[in-house]
């Protein structure tokens, strides 16, 4: 007999009510409303910082990062300063899926970032973002990939152009592919329901994530970079992102018996971007703790490399073919490996004076790195030091005030045992930066030693901007509409966290929740009656692994990764 899906999840990522909520009620996005109405809904708080990665790995092992070991889309190599891109090989604690799996429950999850290379699941695995390219074997079982292309078509996985959209044509362009691959996953998630339903089914969108942070700007009149010209034809190319997947939803839903558990979730929410910039690494240059070698040095770059890196890659998005593109990045991995991957390591740090630095290559999530002897090759603060340097150094950056209202831009710095708890905890940064409450909005730009005399924070032109930029960027709380037999029905439930999905779903299905898992079920959510007859059951660890790191991605994957993140904005 065919199999009837017991819960099916749909993960929209970045979703996020402040703009939902006001559309909702003109009547748009019934189908995620009439779920509302027959289940509970809140909002869903992220992980510290609120980015894909760590999010939706914290999703799928109720865990917080210092315990599955994915806290960026980057990790710091073991013993040096370089930075590698992760992927799901550096996960090291099992997913829910894997307990669904020994628990006799059948899985198939579709498109969620961080599951490449995909896991042998009883059931299957599509991976998600951290795919390399069309070509790598991101589909588990592989004779499904087959089958799926024979009906489907061949598998698109990225966007071209998002990193070009400076003109109509080019906007309008984008908006259409994100369209394409939202039905391309939409048929997909269709046909896997009828022709490989398992009992435990996730499908993830990925598009509003994108809209968000390349067209927030357009519906926002109060942006920055607003440009009143464009809202006519790009105002609502954010609306239209979130009425396709809420359709997309209810078909996927139409298609369930009403026993089965709907869950909606986000892995964070968004919001704008905000007209305040600073220059980490020029800062702490500026305070004496980071110093440039006496020549700094691009050497071993050929003349096009120093050019792209000089220009922010924005030549690269702008000016040059795919072709070109996809050899300049295959360049990148060697460049990256000599060079530590950050515009300040490619301008030559001088590791043996300097402190304290952070990564500046990725666009949104500032976090400093502190050089400790012991643990960075060349570290040079004694681990006595270093409560003070790192008190220093907040109370440094707390300095840095808004001059239009004095006040500080950061609002908080969070300590990395703050945040991270686990066995590898130690691999993240160790402070990070709030960005993303609206009391300590900012970005950050890569620092160059020739600019270290200019001003570390700068409050930009509010006018439309010239070049494909992010007017939006994540907020800490994303969404959660969840029905099921078990559920209270329109019910408003509050301090959800995305780590307490996995818990959920275990104990709605009758599993016993792993002791070490941080998340847990959402009690509040159920009825009472089901609370009574079922109550949580405390299972054995799930534990963590001590997985090869470093066997991730060979090169040329690494480069496709690279392509992709740069096309989808995520580095600068
Ligand atoms: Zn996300």
Same mark, same amino acid.
């Given at each position: 007999?065919?199999?009837?899906? =017991? ?64 806290? *960026? ?25 894997? /307990? ?52 489907? #078509? ?45 009992? &435990? ?16 700007? %357009? ?91 000089? #220009? ?18 295959? /360049? ?29 290559? /990725? ?10 002897? #012991? ?16 008190? *220093? ?13 004095? =006040? ?52 930009? @032109? ?6 494909? @930029? ?6 800490? %709380? ?34 016993? &929740?792993?002791?070490?898992?941080? #998340? ?16 949580? =059951? ?35």
């Amino acid at each position: 007999m065919k199999k009837v899906p =017991k819960v099916v999840i749909i993960g929209l990522d970045s979703a996020t009510w402040t703009v939902i909520r006001p559309w909702m009620a003109e009547g748009s996005m019934p189908n995620l409303a009439r779920l509302m109405k027959s289940g509970v809904s809140g909002g869903l708080e992220s992980v510290l910082p609120p980015i894909t990665p760590p999010a939706w790995t914290s999703f799928m092992t109720g865990k917080n990062p210092g315990k599955h070991g994915i806290f *960026h889309f980057v990790e710091t190599e073991h013993g040096g300063y370089a930075m590698n891109y992760a992927n799901a090989t550096s996960r090291r604690s099992p997913t829910v899926w894997k /307990l669904l799996n020994q628990a006799g429950y059948s899985v198939g999850t579709m498109n969620i970032p961080f599951t490449y290379p995909p896991e042998p699941l009883d059931g299957f695995q599509i991976s998600g973002m951290d795919t390399p390219s069309e070509s790598s074997p991101f589909i588990h079982p592989p004779e499904l990939r087959n089958e799926l292309v024979r009906h489907l #078509g061949e598998i698109q996985l990225d966007l071209r152009f998002l990193g070009a959209m400076s003109t109509d044509e080019r906007r309008d362009q984008v908006l259409a592919e994100m369209e394409q691959m939202d039905q391309q996953w939409t048929k997909a998630a269709l046909y896997l329901l009828e022709n490989h339903p398992q009992d &435990v089914m996730m499908f993830v969108f990925m598009s509003i994530d994108t809209v968000q942070h390349y067209f927030w700007q %357009h519906m926002d009149k109060d942006h920055f970079i607003h440009d009143p010209k464009l809202v006519p034809k790009f105002g609502d190319a954010i609306r239209k992102v979130y009425e396709r997947l809420d359709a997309a939803a209810g078909q996927i839903i139409d298609r369930l018996p009403s026993d089965t558990a709907v869950f909606v979730v986000s892995d964070h929410g968004g919001g704008p971007v905000v007209d305040r910039t600073i220059y980490l690494n020029r800062y702490l240059a500026q305070l004496g703790l980071l110093h440039y070698k006496e020549k700094a040095t691009t050497s071993g770059l050929s003349t096009l490399g120093k050019k792209v890196l000089r #220009g922010g890659y924005s030549l690269l998005r702008s000016t040059l073919t795919s072709r070109q593109k996809s050899r300049l990045a295959l /360049l990148f991995p060697k460049i990256v490996q000599k060079t530590e991957m950050a515009y300040s390591a490619f301008t030559s740090i001088d590791w043996s004076r300097t402190k304290a630095y952070c990564s500046e290559v /990725l666009a949104s999530p500032p976090s400093i790195w502190i050089n400790l002897k #012991g643990v960075k090759p060349q570290g040079i603060v004694d681990p006595a030091d270093y409560e003070a340097l790192v008190n *220093h150094i907040i109370a440094k950056l707390a300095e840095l005030k808004d001059p239009r209202n004095g =006040k500080p831009v950061i609002n908080r710095v969070y300590r990395r045992d703050e945040i991270f708890h686990g066995p590898f905890a130690k691999e993240g940064a160790d402070l990070v930066l709030d960005w993303w409450s609206e009391n300590s909005l900012f970005s950050t730009q890569p620092s160059f030693p020739e600019d270290t005399d200019k001003p570390a924070l700068i409050i930009r @032109e509010h006018k439309p901007s010239e070049t494909s @930029e992010w007017g939006g960027t994540h907020r800490l %709380h994303g969404i959660l509409v969840a029905r099921a037999p078990a559920l209270r029905t329109g019910a408003e439930i509050e301090n959800s966290h995305l780590i307490d999905i996995a818990p959920t779903v275990l104990h709605l299905l009758g599993v016993s &929740v792993p002791q070490d898992m941080d #998340g847990s079920v959402l009690t509040s959510a159920f009825r009472p009656e089901f609370l009574a007859e079922n109550s949580v =059951k405390s299972g054995a660890a799930s534990g963590t692994s001590e997985g090869d790191r470093s066997s991730g991605y060979t090169d040329e994957e690494s480069a496709k990764v690279e392509e992709r993140l740069q096309a989808l904005g995520y580095l600068e």
